[in-house]
């Protein structure tokens, strides 16, 4: 009798040794034998599926299957089924003829469902890389090589180490950085330039796997596009410093205030010069330190036309105060804003006393003329006529002589509201004759007149001539009250569209704050003056004592 083939007396031995499941299937497609009785991963017990028909397990589908693939060749069949302990598992099943012609088949079945889920964890993993806005790099240190996710490759532009796609300046950093996480352990996270023509940002937030020994395996990172975000955060950068410049050189001072406690937050530079305090010192401050106790109204916007400020400082401020109240970060604030009004004040209150000294001026004017009038100019023109009346001897000669009276007298009260001398024979010939008659009033008093001789009959603007006059009038009286001076020299000079006039005196000069006291409104008369004309006033001291008044005209 013919021998068995070793391999095959051996094959019942080596099926009870596999992991796997393994059945005959008769020639009739029936359950003939199982390697492993008692596996977990049978679908029913053996006992119940022996000598069954292959096409009655399993659901009809899957049975169908199974049949077709009992054929001449080798098949493989994927398959979910429930086995006897009741858990849904993944299979795979080889089904291979057996040698021989009808000898059956060789049915080797496996449990793939952990390679499955791994598989499908990869997939969802490949996934999730795929669509993330982040990128993957990771370096086997061994290796020596470098991963990068689809992502990581879209962000660099292309395969490549991770290193040559920075820009030079950022390679050593990064490489700095990674020894440094490597040895002693510091973060890796830091933002990096990529190389290129346009600018791009990268931010690398990386950490170690380490072996079973504890050494560093590979570094993983994450890599993501922050060019956005960086230029956000610059813009955002410069608005803030345009915002701080533009807080601290704007003309009207502004704080910020905690209502609660009423203490300053912040201030501008404008706000502490207002006050009186050096600026780093402002913040901190009480309302009432500053002299802003009480504080506006808090409910709503307020604005005070006019206060009084005194800090402790000893500054005194005419002020508009604009407050508003805000809100931030649930903090109950106040914005303040504080707009210099003491000049406006001052103005207000000096055109105030010169419109009464015009309207002063303008009374005494009239009183003068009312009087020249009534007391010389009507008794002569009433002795006229009563010599008229008389028809005395000699009423002819005595009536010339009183018309040529009445005559001087119009002239002396027309000199007094405007020369004709001025309109006639032009500035220079006014102000000489002017110079004439204080003589007689002032004979202590050397009172002279420098004017080059091309100039005498020289004529401005009508307006221009006036103005001049006027203020050298002015300058005149007020040298001649206030000084005390023992000499006053009057000057002319200049050409057709340019001309400047001087008042100097040797008295006893100007006192310290002059322009601040009271009476100096002749002063602002004659500012208004030159500035109608366009011209420029300045008056100070003279290097040999005394005051220089300087007047410059130029035509436009």
């Known amino acids: 009798m013919h021998e068995p083939d070793p391999w095959i007396r051996a094959a019942p031995a080596i099926a009870a040794t596999l992991p796997d499941l393994c059945f005959l299937i008769g020639p009739d497609l029936r359950f003939a034998a199982c390697n492993r009785p008692d596996h977990a991963d049978l679908h029913a017990p053996w006992p119940t599926l022996q000598g069954r028909p292959l096409h009655s397990v399993g659901p009809p589908a899957l049975a169908r299957r199974t049949v077709a693939a009992c054929g001449s060749g080798p098949q493989r069949v994927g398959y979910a089924l429930r086995t006897a302990g009741g858990r849904l598992a993944r299979f795979e099943a080889s089904i291979v003829p057996l040698p021989g012609d009808g ?33 993957l790099w990771e370096w086997e240190i061994a290796a020596d090589s470098e991963y990068l996710s689809p992502r990581a490759l879209a962000l660099l532009g292309g395969p490549g180490r991770l290193a040559e796609r920075l820009q030079a300046d950022d390679q050593g950093l990064w490489r700095a950085a ?31 796997e ?23 955060e610059q813009a955002l950068s410069d608005s803030q410093a345009k915002f701080r410049a533009l807080f601290h050189m704007v003309p009207v001072g502004i704080a910020v205030i905690d209502i609660a406690s009423e203490t300053v937050i912040e201030a501008n530079d404008e706000f502490a010069r207002q006050l009186g305090w050096p600026t780093p010192s402002v913040a901190g401050q009480t309302a009432a330190a500053l002299g802003l106790a009480p504080l506006p109204g808090t409910a709503g916007r307020t604005e005070t036309a006019h206060r009084e400020l005194r800090p402790a400082s000893g500054a005194r401020l005419h002020a508009k105060l604009v407050a508003e109240p805000v809100e931030l970060a649930g903090r109950a604030l106040l914005l303040c804003v504080v707009v210099d009004i003491s ?7 000096t055109l105030s006393a010169l419109a009464e000294q015009l309207m002063d001026q303008e009374r005494r004017t009239t009183q003068r003329l009312a009087l020249a009038l009534h007391d010389q100019l009507g ?24 018309t040529d009276q009445a005559l001087r007298e119009v002239r002396q009260a027309l000199v007094g509201l405007r020369p004709p001398l001025l309109e006639d024979e032009g500035l220079a010939a006014a102000l000489d004759n002017e110079l004439a008659q204080r003589r007689a009033l002032h004979p202590g008093v050397r009172l002279a007149l420098d004017v080059e001789a091309e100039l005498l009959a020289q004529r ?11 203020i050298a009038r002015e300058g ?15 000057s002319l000079y200049g050409f057709a569209d340019e001309v400047e006039l001087g008042v100097a005196d040797d008295g006893r000069g100007l006192a310290a704050g002059f322009e601040r006291r009271p009476g100096h409104f002749g002063l602002i008369g004659m500012r208004e003056r030159a500035r109608a004309i366009g011209a420029t006033l300045a008056l100070g001291p003279r290097a040999a004592g005394g005051t220089q008044l300087t007047l ?3 035509a436009p």
């Open 460 to 470: 401005w603007p009508g307006p221009v001539e006036y103005a001049l006059f006027m």
């Open 103 to 135: 000898a059956g088949w060789l049915y080797i079945t496996r449990d793939i469902s952990a390679q499955a889920a791994l598989d499908a964890e990869q997939a969802r993993y490949a996934r999730a890389m795929q669509g993330a806005a982040d990128g």
């Open 379 to 402: 008794q002569t023109l009433t002795a006229l006529r009563l010599t008229l009346d008389l028809g005395a001897a000699g009423a002819r000669d005595q009536a010339r002589d009183l």
């Open 178 to 208: 990674l020894q440094s996480h490597l040895r002693h352990g510091a973060p890796l996270d830091l933002e990096l330039r990529l190389a290129g023509p346009a600018p791009r940002w990268l931010r690398c937030q990386g950490w170690t």
């Open 343 to 349: 000049v406006q004040v001052d103005a207000e209150a």
């Open 476 to 490: 005149l009286e007020n040298a001649l009250r206030h000084a005390q001076p023992a000499e006053i020299r009057l």
């Open 552 to 554: 410059r005209w130029q």
């Open 210 to 232: 380490r072996d079973a020994q504890g050494q560093p395996a590979r570094v993983l990172a994450m890599l993501s596009d922050v060019t956005t975000s960086k230029f956000t």
